[in-house]
C-alpha cells in the first residue's frame, strides 16, 4: 500500500527548498489583503469627513457626523459583503478550482473599490446609497480573497515553512494599514496647505471646502492600484498541484504545472506505474461537508476554527470603538470643531498610522517569524491569554485610566492587547482552516471559518458600538439608548477572550506535518494492486 502523500509531485511540494516562486505567491496572494486592509483602514477617515460634507447641520456647536443608521450602513455593509464573498467562494473554489474563481475576486475589488469613489450624486441620500452598493461588491470580493488565497499558498507551500507563508499573506494587511495612513497624511497634508480652511469654530461653513469631496474619493480609489498591478501575475498562476492531483485525479497534469513552477522535473507516469501493477482508485471514503463522516473526522476541528476566528473579531474590531476615545485622552487628537475637515483627515491619519506602526505590524511579523518554531497552538493560547489579562487590566481600575496622568498607561496596555491579537489568534485563526481539512473541502472550510469571523466582527462592530454606550441616557451619543458604559463591555471583551483560549483546544497543531497527514487523505487515497 502505498498513499497519495506519496504522489511525487506532492513530496516535491512538501520536501522544497524556499525559492522565489515562494516569495511570488506571497505577493500576488497578498495584495487581495492589502486591499481589504487599506479599504478598512481608510474608511474610518472618509466616514468623519462624509459627516461633515453631507450631513452638516446650520448652527451646531459641532461639525456634522454621520446618523447613526448611516454610520452603520457605511461601515457595516462591507462586512455583511465579505461574510457572503467567504462562503460563495470558498463553496466554488472546491467545486471549479483555486485558480478559475481566483482572477474573479480581485477584479470585483478593483472594480469597486474605484466604484466606491465614484459614488454619485449630489443628495445624502444618492452619494451613501451608492456607497453602500459598491461597498457591499467589494466585500463580496475580498470575502472570496479569504479562503482563496489561504488555500492556494497553503497547497504551494512545503511543510516545514508552510505557516512562516501562509501568515505572511496575511501580514500584507499590515503593508495595507500602513500604506492607507501614510497615503491619506500625503494626500491631506496636500489640500490642507493648498486651500487652508479655518477651523469649525472660526467658519463653519468654511471649514469644510467644496474640495473636500476629492480626497475621501481619491483616498478610496487608490488602495485598488497594487490589486490592479498584481492581476496578470494572479492568472499566470497554474492551479495547485493538491486540488489538480487529489481533486481534479489528474497527477499527471499537476507533475507538469509544478515542473515549470519549482524548476525541476518531477515525473508521474502512469503507464510505468500500471506495468508495477499499481493504479490509483477511487478514494472510499470521499465523504461530504454534511456527512457523518465529515462530523467524525473534522466536526471538532470545524467547531474549533469558527468558535475560535468568531470570538476573536468581536474582541479584535470592537477594540476599535475606542481609539477616538484614547486619541483625544491624551491630545493626539484636538476637538473636532478646533480643526478643518481635511486636517481632521491628517490627524486621525496620523494617530491610527502610529498605533498600526508600533503594535500592529510588529504583531503579524512576529507570528510570520515564529509561527513553524513554536508551532500555531502555543501562539495562539499566548496570545488570547494575554488579551484576556490586558482586557481586565483596562476594564477593573478603568476609573484609573481616565485620569489624564495615567492616560499614557492605558495607551500602552490598549497597543499591547492589538500586538498580541497580531502575534496570536488573528494570523492563527486564518492559518490552521487553511491546513487541516481536506482538499475537496479546504476551501470551503476555510470560507466557512472566515465567515464565522465576520459575523464576529459585526457582533463586535455594532453589537459594542451600542453595549459601550453611558449607562446615563443623558450622556449617551445622540441618536443611541443607554448601554452596560465602557468598563463593563472591557470586563465582557475580556471573558469573550478567555472563551477563545479554552476554544483554542478543539483546534490541532498542524506544524511540521504535511496537508495529507493533517486531512487524513493518506488514510482515504490509497494505491493499491491490480
Partial sequence: MASNGNLQVLNALDGAKTQWYHFTAIIIAGMGFFTDA???????????????????QPGSLKPGSLPPNVSAAVNGVALVGTLSGQLFFGWLGDKLGRKKVYGITLMLMCICSIASGLSFGSSPKSVMTTLCFFRFWLGFGIGGDYPLSATIMSEYSNKKTRGAFIAAVFAMQGFGILSGGIFAIIVSSVFDSR????????????????????????????????????????????????YTALVAKNANQAALDMSKVMQMEIKHDEEEQKKLGLVVQKPSNSFGLFSKDFVKRH????????????????????????????????????????MNAIHEVYRIARAQTLIALCSTVPGYWFTVFLID??????????????????????????DHWTHPQNN??????????????????????????????PARLRSTCHGISAASGKLGAIVGAFGFLYLAQNKDPAKADAGYPAGIGVKNSLIVLGVINLLGTLCTFLVPESNGKSLEEMSGENEEETVSSV
Fill in 299 to 338: 466536526g471538532l476541528h470545524l467547531l474549533g476554527t469558527t468558535s475560535t476566528w468568531f470570538l476573536l473579531d468581536i474582541a479584535y474590531y470592537s477594540q476599535n470603538l475606542f481609539q477616538k476615545d484614547i486619541f483625544s485622552a491624551i491630545g493626539w487628537i484636538p476637538a473636532a470643531k478646533k
Fill in 408 to 437: 499614557i498607561g492605558f495607551v500602552v496596555i490598549y497597543s499591547l492587547t492589538f500586538f498580541f491579537a497580531n502575534f496570536g489568534p488573528n494570523a492563527t485563526t486564518f492559518v490552521v482552516p487553511a491546513e487541516i481539512f
Fill in 195 to 242: 486651500y487652508n480652511a479655518p477651523s469649525y469654530e472660526v467658519d463653519p461653513i468654511g471649514s469644510t471646502v467644496p474640495e473636500a469631496d476629492y480626497v475621501w474619493r481619491i483616498i478610496l480609489m487608490v488602495g485598488a492600484v497594487p490589486a490592479v498591478l498584481t492581476y496578470y501575475w494572479r492568472m499566470k498562476m497554474p492551479e495547485t498541484a493538491r
Fill in 38 to 56: 487599506y479599504d478598512l483602514f481608510c474608511i474610518s477617515l472618509v466616514t468623519k469627513m462624509l459627516g461633515r460634507i453631507y450631513y452638516h
Fill in 373 to 398: 518554531r513554536i508551532g500555531r497552538f502555543k501562539i495562539q493560547i499566548i496570545g488570547f491569554s494575554m488579551m484576556t489579562i490586558f482586557m481586565f487590566a483596562l476594564a477593573i481600575p478603568y
